[in-house]
């Protein structure tokens, strides 16, 4: 266990995955994400020691936005590519905002434990380049 406390950013796809994460913090706050970040998550604060954010990109964007100076774990379960860049995407009036954030890049990070793989989407999808269609 590290002694640390977590604010675990999910969605309801990966809940049981944020429980099995929180098993090594000391203190755990859960946050689930329904839908992509709007300008209302600028708002939210924590005073949690690591923000982590397990899901797709609307929740790896949610925790970037939240964890202001602090650092972000990203456990990314879509090939979205939000885990690999400084900026967010926040929502406002129907727009894309893209919001940078203080730390540059999300650590990926390797848990002691083993979460299972399970994508959901056909398999060209997440392993062809840009632009090329089935």
Request: hydrophobic share 35%; aromatic share 6%.
């Amino acid at each position: 266990m590290v002694n640390k406390t977590a604010l675990i950013v999910h969605s309801k796809h990966t809940k049981e995955y944020a429980k099995l994460v929180a098993k090594n913090y000391r203190d755990v706050e859960f946050l689930e994400v329904r839908r992509p970040p709007t300008n209302e998550v600028l708002k939210i604060k924590t005073d949690k020691d690591v923000i982590i954010g397990i899901g797709g990109g609307s929740v790896i964007d949610t925790a970037k936005v939240i964890s202001k100076d602090k650092r972000v774990i990203a456990i990314p379960t879509t090939a979205s590519g939000s885990a690999m860049t400084p900026y967010a995407t926040v929502w406002e009036k129907n727009k894309k905002i893209s919001v940078p954030t203080k730390k540059p890049i999300p650590k990926n990070y390797e848990f002691p434990i083993k979460l299972p793989v399970n994508l959901k989407s056909p398999q060209y999808y997440t392993a062809s380049p840009p632009g090329n269609k089935p």
